[in-house]
């Protein structure tokens, strides 16, 4: 063997071994996708109306703060609609000192409309609902995602879906525990620490009797469990009175992990980060002896009595379990989201069906390999084994690419595989044709080899790099499946191009070195 030939079966040799190094053994290296290895495939529509009634309100919450900060007195501030809110009773005096406050707290934002009566009418500017729109399905997009990473699922796809733009895409492989996984994706998880002004009470009525049964508009009513039997029974609810606007809210959160309570109940205990520890701080200075309501979600969990000036921590308590206090700190530590979701498409697939899948596609493939197989040494006699050989370290050197690169396996991409035999075969019939062909011109053997394969390489080539680049934009364009298949087919054609060219042409030459032959059986 001279040294050129030498070089060349260690370079195969030293491929063929990465190939083997990156996929042994399969069972842990190749991972499989959905419909390989089963889980949860969702649809769901973010709910965009939620921000921006969210946004509306802080708005004109803020807004009427200001208008009693500077003793400009409204009859009321009130919500229009999900992007939209009203302010009646401007005294005529006023208006001016009005409409200047009102320009600074909602001028950049919202559109504003004089009505009879001294009343106005502010909604959002179309450009500015269609930018909070996008960034509620962004950010939902990107809580979803840090969620689905705290569970542990590997390989997930979080993507957008749909021609709307407001819908995401969740595949979840491997999950069992449908039920705790919707749950966690779905959780709003809005933490909010407000001061309680009245409560609890065992009914709305009783806890606004003192003010005349009027809710202050500064204030709002929200429910909790009653664990101390104040209506009468335990476990029933009971109502308490807050401030609107919360002291901290989950945004201030820095960290959330399970814990115990004093009673060895379970817990979740939260750490503030700088700029909340100081508002938290400010807040339990300013409220000793006064209770401090924890709500999640719009309901209160405890209402703890603040007996000393907290900076950084705190602690939720309740009725938990052991698997509720570890869901709620990792829907807290993944943000909240910014709008309710609602499922539009709900599929479990089956590890069976997956398996099936799996067990359908290596038939599939053995099948093909054997045919094919069969076919060269049929027509191309020992010649076929070099295309045989060929084509087999092809799947491989693939299955090691595919591996390596930590590509998910879907059942298009089983496909990929079996297209990718296609064109392995392909290839080789392409140069053997051409091998013939210079053979039949009275050539010497090695003289045939040697130009079929230089004559047929452009050709290969050329269908290789515009199919490569085909994959390319399928997988640029497309999603889950699509791109599992566009990945298959991109590393095939790329490992074809060196098998059915240099292994080949290597088993060739290697064929005729060792034997001075006149001719040669293909």
Do not use: C
């Amino acid at each position: 063997m001279n040294k050129n030939l030498r070089w060349k079966a260690v370079t195969i040799l030293i491929v063929v071994g990465l190939a083997v190094w990156s996929f042994y053994p399969p069972g842990e290296k190749v991972r499989l996708g959905l419909d390989l290895k089963g889980g949860v495939h969702l649809v769901m529509r973010v709910q965009t109306d939620d921000a921006l009634r969210l946004e509306t309100e802080v708005t004109s919450e803020r807004l009427r703060e200001e208008l009693a900060r500077r003793n400009v007195l409204v009859s009321a501030v009130t919500p229009d609609g999900p992007q939209a809110f009203g302010v009646q009773g401007v005294p005529t005096a006023q208006d001016a000192e009005f409409r200047r406050i009102a320009d600074e707290q909602t001028g950049a934002s919202y559109n504003r409309e004089s009505r009879a009566g001294g009343s106005y009418r502010f909604e959002l500017k179309p450009n500015i609902a269609v930018t909070l729109r996008n960034e509620a399905v962004a950010q939902a997009l990107q809580t979803i995602e840090r969620r689905v990473n705290e569970l542990g699922v590997a390989e997930p796809i979080v993507a957008a879906h749909g021609a709307a733009g407001d819908q995401i895409l969740v595949q979840l492989p491997g999950v069992t525990d449908v039920a705790r996984a919707k749950e966690i994706i779905r959780s709003t998880a809005l933490l909010e620490l407000k001061i309680v002004e009245a409560g609890p009470a065992p009914t709305r009525e009783s806890l606004l009797a003192q003010r005349g049964g009027v809710l202050p508009p500064d204030m709002e009513v929200v429910t909790g469990a009653d664990d101390l039997g104040i209506g009468g029974q335990a476990g029933g609810t009971v109502y308490y009175l807050v401030r609107r606007v919360a002291a901290v809210t989950g945004r201030d959160l820095r960290n959330a992990r399970p814990t115990l309570d004093e009673n060895n109940r379970p817990a979740v205990s939260f750490s503030l980060n700088q700029d909340g520890a100081r508002k938290f701080g400010r807040v339990t200075s300013e409220n000793i002896n006064r209770q401090l309501a924890i709500i999640l979600d719009g309901r209160v969990q405890s209402a703890p009595r603040i007996e000393s000036r907290i900076t950084d921590e705190g602690r939720i308590t309740g009725s938990f379990t052991q698997q509720e206090v570890l869901d709620l700190s990792l829907v807290l530590r993944s943000g909240a989201l910014p709008a309710s979701l609602t499922y539009l498409e709900e599929r479990t697939v089956g590890p069976s069906l997956g398996a099936d899948s799996i067990r359908a596609g290596v038939l599939a493939s053995i099948t093909g390999l054997s045919v094919v197989a069969a076919f060269m040494l049929f027509y191309y006699r020992l010649a076929g084994i070099n295309a045989i050989i060929s084509v087999a370290l092809n799947l491989l050197i693939l299955l090691g690419f595919m591996s390596y690169i930590g590509a998910t396996m879907t059942l298009p991409g089983i496909a990929g595989f079996i297209l990718t035999i296609g064109m392995g075969v392909d290839s080789n019939v392409l140069i053997f044709e051409r091998i013939k062909e210079e053979l039949a011109t009275q050539k010497g053997v090695k003289a045939a080899v040697a130009a079929g394969f230089d004559r047929v390489f452009l050709t290969i080539l050329d269908t290789h790099v515009s199919s490569m680049i085909a994959a390319g934009f399928l997988f640029q364009f497309g999603t889950g499946p699509i791109r599992g298949f566009a990945t298959v087919l991109f590393f095939g054609l790329l490992s074809n191009v060196f098998t059915a060219v240099f292994v080949s042409r290597t088993l060739f030459e290697a064929m005729l070195a060792r034997r001075q032959t006149a001719s040669i059986s293909i």
